[in-house]
T-cell receptor
Framework: DGGITQSPKYLFRKEGQNVTLSCEQN?????MYWYRQDPGQGLRLIYYSQIVNDFQKGDIAEGYSVSREKKESFPLTVTSAQKNPTAFYLC???????????FGQGTRLTVV | AQTVTQSQPEMSVQEAETVTLSCTYD???????LFWYKQPPSRQMILVIR??????QNATENRFSVNFQKAAKSFSLKISDSQLGDTAMYFC????????????FGQGTILTVHP
């Protein structure tokens, strides 16, 4: 089945550590996105990529980094510079001509 | 920059009744797309319905329909014959016609359907 797979579902990080969230899609979509969801707030865009080897900052990119070496993969690294990383992270993708975004099941990151 | 506002943090409805969720947005673009997404307790985001701004006809998908008022920049979601499975967080989202796939989301409305 085609879709977006995020892993792991739950992730715990110690303060000062970097962690990487995985996002893989087999929908052959050109564009991929990372959103952050906090309680009582909507989703906010962290980074997005419209093509391999190219990506742009979203509204809240500070403390995060991404790479897009393959069309299928768009990993997100939460660095130690991110002051409040505990949140729910959602990955999404869409095709160049489509208007609908498809979402993964999310990763819950908790700093311990 | 676009903004999306959902002014109802929580709503409740009895099973089989109708409920309307509100959404307003602000944009200077003339061509854009509007969406309602559902996020059940599983937290999987599911597309409920979408509306292209150039279409005057309101979108419908089975029990879900929208009231799109372009001049007023309003995009409400009506759920008819509410079911227990409709209990979820609902997000209104905006995508500009030139912004590829980037979505701007409202804060969400928690809908609870009571038996």
């Amino acid at each position: 089945d085609g879709g977006i797979t995020q892993s792991p579902k739950y992730l715990f990080r110690k303060e000062g550590q970097n962690v990487t969230l995985s996002c893989e899609q087999n929908l052959n979509h050109d564009a991929m996105y990372w959103y952050r969801q906090d309680p009582g707030q909507g989703l906010r865009l962290i980074y997005y990529s419209q093509i391999v080897n190219d990506f742009q900052k979203g509204d809240i990119a500070e403390g995060y980094s991404v790479s897009r070496e393959k069309k299928e993969s768009f990993p997100l690294t939460v660095t130690s510079a991110q002051k409040n990383p505990t949140a729910f992270y959602l990955c999404a993708s869409n095709s160049q001509v489509g208007s609908e975004a498809f979402f993964g099941q999310g990763t819950r990151l908790t700093v311990v | 920059a676009q903004t999306v506002t959902q002014s109802q943090p929580e709503m409740s409805v009895q099973e089989a009744e109708t409920v309307t969720l509100s959404c307003t947005y602000d944009t200077s673009e003339s061509n854009y797309y509007l969406f309602w997404y559902k996020q059940p307790p599983s937290r999987q985001m599911i597309l409920v319905i979408r509306q292209e701004a150039y279409k005057q006809q309101n979108a419908t998908e089975n029990r879900f329909s929208v009231n799109f008022q372009k001049a007023a920049k309003s995009f409400s979601l009506k759920i008819s014959d509410s079911q227990l499975g409709d209990t979820a967080m609902y997000f209104c989202a905006f995508r500009g016609g030139t912004s590829y796939g980037k979505l701007t989301f409202g804060q969400g409305t928690i809908l609870t359907v009571h038996p």
